[in-house]
């Protein structure tokens, strides 16, 4: 039984996920941290069907809407792998106090792991009209405007701008 009253609700509708960092750390101020993200949506859309239809990477956590014929199967693989691999990139580059604050802030029984880069759950909310997908895009997109960011580099709104993205994204909905 999932700890969460959040669940995906109806495969493969869109959904709107929220993945935030443990405990808030700012993992994404560095480029080498957003590309494992970009790179692992990247490898679910060819693998397994994964639709991005809207993202905004910020420094602690993560919107995007998206779709799959098994969402809740892919955010799990989408955060265990990132994880994994934003372990090895901090353990190569010497991040000692980041790798600390990771191991000391994971949960008690998360035991398989040394780590938690992760909190749980993803709180994925069903997309069933047009309106709700522009609200949601809307929101994404300004999102970072609103924290008083001036450049989107980590967003769909390039997409949507007609300019060249860093993921693909799915614009008809």
Do not use: C
């Not at 991040?95 to 040394?114: C, F, M, N, T, Y």
């Amino acid at each position: 039984m999932p700890r969460s009253r959040y669940r995906v609700l109806q495969n493969p509708s869109p959904h709107f996920l929220t993945a935030t960092i443990n405990q808030w750390l700012p993992l994404f101020t560095r480029p080498a941290t957003v590309n494992i993200v970009l790179d692992s949506w990247r490898f679910l859309q060819r693998d397994s069907g994964f639709q991005l239809y809207g993202y905004v990477i910020l420094e602690n956590h993560l919107h995007l809407l998206a779709a799959s014929p098994d969402l809740s199967r892919d955010i799990q693989r989408f955060k265990a792998y990132t994880a994994k691999q934003i372990i090895a990139y901090l353990q190569q580059s010497g991040s000692e106090r980041v790798l600390e604050l990771l191991a000391l802030l994971k949960r008690p029984h998360k035991i398989e792991s040394e780590f938690q880069v992760w909190e749980e759950g993803s709180h994925p909310q069903l997309i069933e009209t047009e309106t709700v997908m522009r609200q949601k895009l809307d929101y994404i997109h300004q999102n970072p405007v609103k924290r008083g960011y001036v450049d989107l580099p980590y967003s769909s709104a390039r997409n949507y701008a007609g300019l060249a993205g860093l993921v693909e994204v799915v614009r008809d909905w």
